[in-house]
């Protein structure tokens, strides 16, 4: 069993930024070999995908709401993944979960992720 534990939310004004912080319980070797997600799921909605990245960090994608806004990066030596958000909207409110990936691609999908956290709010407001 591995455990996700994300870190970084808050309260935010539209236009702003925040950073989101995902550890994993993974020693480094492991963690090197996962790939890494980030979901949200807002009040009344779908999980939606937001942002992964392969385990070689040789690959990054984003949802089309994010492209230009966000940025996702990774530290093995930390077994940490990291999702900074910028330009923030009233629209990003949600929770936002951090997920692990053992094998396969589709990082769209949230079916195929293994591991999650807990969630971290995000709230922006005015």
């Known amino acids: 069993q591995v455990h996700v534990q994300e870190n970084g939310g808050g309260s935010v004004q539209p236009g702003g930024s925040l950073k989101l912080t995902c550890t994993t319980s993974?020693?480094?070797?492991?963690?090197?070999?996962?790939?890494m997600g980030w979901f949200r799921q807002r009040p009344g909605k779908e999980r939606e995908f937001v942002s992964a990245?392969?385990?070689?960090?040789?690959?990054?994608y984003f949802g089309d709401s994010f492209k230009g806004r966000f940025t996702i990066w990774r530290d093995n030596s930390k077994s940490s993944v990291y999702l900074q958000m910028n330009n923030l909207k009233f629209e990003d409110t949600a929770v936002y979960y951090c997920?692990?990936?053992?094998?396969?691609?589709?990082?769209?999908?949230?079916?195929?992720?293994?591991?999650w956290g807990q969630g971290t709010q995000v709230t922006v407001s005015s």
């Open positions: 997920a692990v990936k053992k094998q396969g691609s589709a990082y769209y999908n949230p079916d195929t992720y293994d591991y």
């Open positions: 990245i392969s385990w070689s960090a040789g690959n990054v």
């Open positions: 993974e020693f480094t070797t492991a963690f090197s070999t996962s790939s």
